[in-house]
């Protein structure tokens, strides 16, 4: 069952113009637009891996906000950009520039519905820069008040049950993706195919390369040949439930200040 079918009074698209026209409290009602990839995710994961894991967060995260709570949803977009995955069998991206109008768009048709609050919650680390900078420019263009929300790229950033290695360099289909499908998908996991990819190359520098000081524009063709930058074989059903549930919770802890969030000077 999906989102859609679950919380449909959340679901803009099932309500009518009049009904969205006609919400109550809507100077306080967010819009989430659910954000991800459709990308090359190795040989043992779904090319749409990044799209089942914001969606299945999204979802878990309604199903704790209280009914009348004004929180509402879009369609999932599900290409986002991907060019580090470019080339790549399944790979479907979208470049910097078209990402960018296609979420201004977007923001300018929620505007113009009335409403002042945009949640993007991001599934794909990909687009997180291209978030963090377009929100305020939607800001600036719109006067919406405009959110990001990184589900397991910043709000639960996985820790328990982690390897030193995983935690540096499990970026990519490693164990926690591998764990998070394993939870909510397990028939979309090829386990045959599992295998671990940690590049020695990465592991010899003195920084770590995702999250130290010096960073630097890769392609995965750069380095990992499988397509993963992790270890599967570690995962568990039970990690990913943890994972999911942790993020769950917190994107709806931070739902729940978005609605009542106001800019003082403006008196929202």
Request: aromatic share 8%.
């Amino acid at each position: 069952m999906s989102s859609a079918e679950r919380f449909p009074q959340r679901f803009l698209p099932y309500l009518t113009t009049t009904e969205i026209a006609h919400l109550p409290e809507k100077d306080r009602a967010a819009v989430i637009l659910p954000l991800a990839s459709v990308e090359q995710h190795g040989p043992h994961l779904p090319v749409y891996t990044d799209s089942i894991i914001v969606w299945e967060v999204l979802e878990r995260a309604l199903a704790l906000l209280p009914d009348d709570l004004p929180v509402y949803y879009l369609p999932l977009q599900a290409y986002g950009k991907s060019n580090e995955h470019a080339g790549i069998a399944g790979t479907v991206t979208l470049t910097s520039e078209t990402l960018i109008r296609v979420l201004t768009d977007i923001a300018v048709s929620v505007a113009r519905s009335g409403f002042r609050r945009l949640v993007i919650l991001n599934g794909h680390g990909g687009n997180a820069e291209i978030v963090d900078f377009v929100i305020r420019d939607i800001r600036e263009q719109t006067d919406l008040m405009v959110f990001a929300i990184h589900p397991l790229l910043r709000v639960a950033i996985p820790e328990a049950g982690l390897s030193d290695d995983e935690r540096t360099y499990g970026i990519h289909a490693g164990d926690i993706e591998t764990s998070i499908l394993l939870c909510c998908s397990p028939d979309q996991v090829r386990r045959d195919h599992m295998a671990p990819s940690l590049p020695a190359h990465l592991q010899r520098l003195k920084y770590p390369p995702f999250m130290g000081p010096l960073t630097f524009a890769w392609l995965t063709r750069d380095i990992t040949e499988s397509g993963v930058l992790g270890d599967p074989t570690q995962a568990t059903a039970d990690k990913g439930a943890r994972f999911l549930a942790d993020a769950a919770a917190q994107t709806a802890d931070l739902l729940r200040e978005i609605v009542d969030f106001r800019f003082d000077s403006q008196g929202d």
